[in-house]
């Protein structure tokens, strides 16, 4: 398969992982951890021109369910905002189009937002459509070194979705749940264990609707 050797996805999970590489994308996976992100994707760009944010969501505004599709070149954080230039914007908003995502931008918090309160504060604030813990560090980095970068998401928990406590264990380096820990917090909290079902569904959903947007990143970022 024809690699695309310039253009460097980064993800939190393994298996958002393993569809950016079936895309022909390289992938660099940083597991939920914002500095060691960080350090992975400085150490890689260099080598690229062109940053992607790949994987799943949490969603913000409340229209977006399950599955959805978010196409950004525009990341917001506590402190800062980031956009691609207009050229790059365009083509973006274009792709939206064309894969029937929506567009808008993308909320890089430093912590899982766990309940809808902490989701919906989030959206009144940023206006942002939805949040995940990579795309601020991958928007810095590209601006820092002169590349474009975008955000390619599909949600998994909506903005109403509280996420029980198994779920915010910390992943393993290589972007797998700590099963051992997982199994403890349930053991713990028996009565998660509804909400987990549920949100593992919703995440497999999610996954599943990654395939399509990867492959049509291809166009996009060949044009470069």
Do not use: Y
Not at 90 to 98: G, Q, S
Not at 99 to 128: C, H, M, N
């Amino acid at each position: 398969m024809h690699r695309l050797s310039t253009v460097l996805c980064t993800s939190g999970l393994a298996a958002e992982a393993k569809i950016a590489r079936a895309a022909g994308f390289p992938v660099v996976i940083g597991a939920g951890d914002r500095e060691r992100t960080a350090a992975l994707v400085e150490s890689a760009v260099q080598g690229a021109n062109c940053l992607i944010s790949f994987g799943i969501a949490g969603a913000l505004a409340p229209v977006l369910r399950a599955g959805d599709v978010v196409i950004s070149a525009e990341v917001v954080s506590d402190r800062n905002r980031w956009q691609a230039d207009e050229w790059f914007q365009t083509h973006v908003a274009d792709l939206a189009r064309e894969i029937g995502a929506s567009q808008g931008a993308v909320f890089g918090a430093s912590v899982i937002l766990a309940t809808e309160a902490d989701k919906s504060r989030a959206w009144r604030k940023t206006g942002a459509l939805a949040v995940d813990l990579e795309s601020d560090v991958v928007a810095r980095i590209a601006s820092q070194a002169g590349i474009p970068f975008l955000v390619a998401r599909t949600i998994a928990d909506t903005s109403c979705r509280e996420l029980p406590p198994a779920a915010l264990i910390p992943l393993l380096e290589a972007g797998i749940p700590n099963l051992a820990r997982v199994l403890g917090s349930v053991l713990r909290r028996p009565r998660q264990i509804g909400t987990l079902i549920r949100l593992a569904r919703e995440t497999r959903m999610a996954l599943s609707a990654l395939a399509g947007p990867a492959h049509a990143l291809r166009g996009l970022v060949t044009a470069f």
